[in-house]
């Protein structure tokens, strides 16, 4: 399976937007990116995924490198309630993935006031 | 509506011992996934469930086991229990597994077990 590098952690300032890193240099063709995030004592949940072009959503965007090596979550203005870890996940389309999601060690995101 | 539910929410047992961990999935979802999370780790695929029947197995011992009821709600039985099975237990389902297009895992609150 493809793999995902993202940094440890990261800080932001309250209110102020937020650009986390994933790289997956060896992401196939079919790929798709997603992204999830686990708050504190919470299960994972979804934040937004893509294949090729940049996404919106009420919860954040997602760019997406032209090669695809890489992609960006954008949180474009932080709240404490978005202190988190944030996981870069990569999957496969069709019946073939399951619903199998391979986590990494993600990004915790430290949001100060 | 009510989420994925799982119970009980935390859980003590000794090396040995014998767990069973419940979920329930959102109303409407066939599919049930569970994942380990060490503390500190990102959480790890063990099992997947559709329909009552495996769809997917992650790299865990036989001493792990699960399964799906007609109601779709679906246990996890782990056997003789080692310190190192001390985790949260997340439970996760969706509406179809891997149909085409995209299909959001929905993730319960988890168990926590601690192993002595």
């Known amino acids: 399976d493809a793999k995902t590098t993202q940094p440890n952690s990261m800080e932001s300032n309250e209110e102020e937007p937020v650009h986390l890193p994933c790289n997956h240099s060896?992401?196939?063709?079919?790929?798709?990116i997603h992204w999830y995030r686990q708050l504190p004592s919470q299960g994972p949940e979804y934040v937004i995924h893509g294949l090729t072009s940049n996404v919106n959503n009420r919860m954040a965007s997602l760019a997406i490198a032209e090669d695809r090596k890489s992609s960006t979550l954008i949180l474009h203005r932080a709240t404490l309630r978005d202190a988190a870890v944030y996981y870069c996940?990569?999957?496969?389309?069709?019946?073939?993935?399951?619903?199998?999601?391979?986590f990494g060690g993600g990004t915790r995101l430290m949001v100060k006031p | 509506d009510a989420g994925v539910t799982q119970s009980p929410t935390h859980l003590i047992k000794t090396r040995g011992q014998q767990v069973t961990l419940r979920c329930s999935p959102i109303s409407g979802h066939k599919s049930v996934s569970w994942y380990q999370q060490v503390l500190g780790q990102g959480p790890q695929f063990i099992f997947q469930?559709?329909?009552?029947?495996?769809?997917g197995r992650g790299n865990f011992p036989d001493r792990f086991s699960a399964r799906q009821f007609p109601n779709y709600s679906s246990e996890l039985n782990v056997n003789a229990l080692l310190l190192g099975d001390s985790a949260l237990y997340l439970c996760?389902?969706?509406?179809?597994?891997?149909?085409?297009?995209?299909?959001?895992?929905?993730f319960g609150p988890g168990t926590r077990l601690t192993v002595l």
């Open positions: 469930y559709y329909e009552k029947e495996e769809r």
């Open positions: 060896t992401i196939s063709g079919t790929d798709y």
């Open positions: 996760a389902s969706s509406l179809v597994p891997g149909t085409s297009g995209y299909n959001e895992q929905f």
């Open positions: 996940i990569l999957r496969l389309p069709g019946d073939n993935a399951g619903n199998m999601l391979t």
